[in-house]
């Protein structure tokens, strides 16, 4: 028995979790579903996002047949769903909605390396439900943008700072060069947000002690390899 209330509070601080996640999904569901076949900005970047991607899946070469102003990866992904299941603005709401599951979990995993579990899902329920200014939550992030490429940039860019913060727990060499293929990934999306990534790997790598040449040269390479192709 005692050895049962012992580990109620832990059942408990689990069930909360398990709550916590379940809304935040459900919003995160429900979000997507009103934003489904939904594009505010459909005579400017938002439809010429749709447009590229249509004459893309079609056979046009991406800045030579047709113009784009930022990188070329959430175009070609889009074309690649184009020419698999036909040309359907669902398939860009979709992957708006994937985006948005994804920013909600990096988000938690970032806010999880300096919180409690309770503490990251709690930040991380406030930024994406109401997040730092009006308008400004995760939700409207990635179903709303002007521009797709800065919703891929930003989730790319989480997932590479925490794939260093990954290497920093267990110094494993994969983790530096998985996040030099994030980052690299990122530079294709939006260049900024490429650049931001690279710029907060770096610091985590001069945080770090001791300093691995290895990890750097492993981060380095990959990045460069992945932007460059």
């Known amino acids: 028995m005692a050895v049962d209330r012992a580990a109620a509070p832990a059942r408990r601080a ?15 569901v429900w979000q997507t579903a009103q934003a489904w076949r939904h594009f505010p900005s459909l005579l400017q970047d938002q439809g010429w996002y749709l447009l590229v991607s249509l004459r893309v899946s079609q056979g ?20 690649a769903l184009f020419r698999w299941f036909g040309p359907d603005a669902a398939l860009a709401s979709l992957l708006n909605g994937l985006l948005l599951l994804a920013g909600v979990w990096l988000s938690y995993l970032l806010a999880r390396a300096l919180l409690t579990p309770r503490k990251a899902l709690l930040l991380t329920g406030y930024m994406t439900v109401v997040g730092v200014y009006v308008g400004g939550d995760l ?29 920093q727990r267990d110094q494993r060499p994969h983790w530096p060069a998985l996040a030099g293929l994030l980052t ?46």
């Not at 069930?15 to 935040?24: P, V």
């Not at 990122?186 to 990890?215: D, N, Q, T, W």
């Open 60 to 79: 046009d070469i991406l800045y030579r047949d047709v113009a784009w102003e930022y990188g070329p990866l959430p175009v070609q992904l889009l074309a």
């Open 14 to 28: 689990a069930w909360g979790l398990a709550a916590g996640w379940a809304g935040l999904i459900a919003w995160a």
């Open 184 to 229: 690299g990934l990122a530079v294709l999306s939006k260049i900024e947000f490429g650049v931001m990534a690279a710029g907060a790997c770096a610091a985590a790598l001069l945080l770090h002690r001791p300093r691995s040449a290895r990890a750097a040269a492993l981060f380095l390479g990959s990045s460069l390899l992945t932007a460059g192709g």
């Open 139 to 167: 939700a409207r992030l990635h179903l709303y943008i002007y521009t797709p490429a800065i919703a891929w940039g930003s989730v790319l860019g989480l997932a590479s700072l925490a794939a260093m913060l990954a290497w």
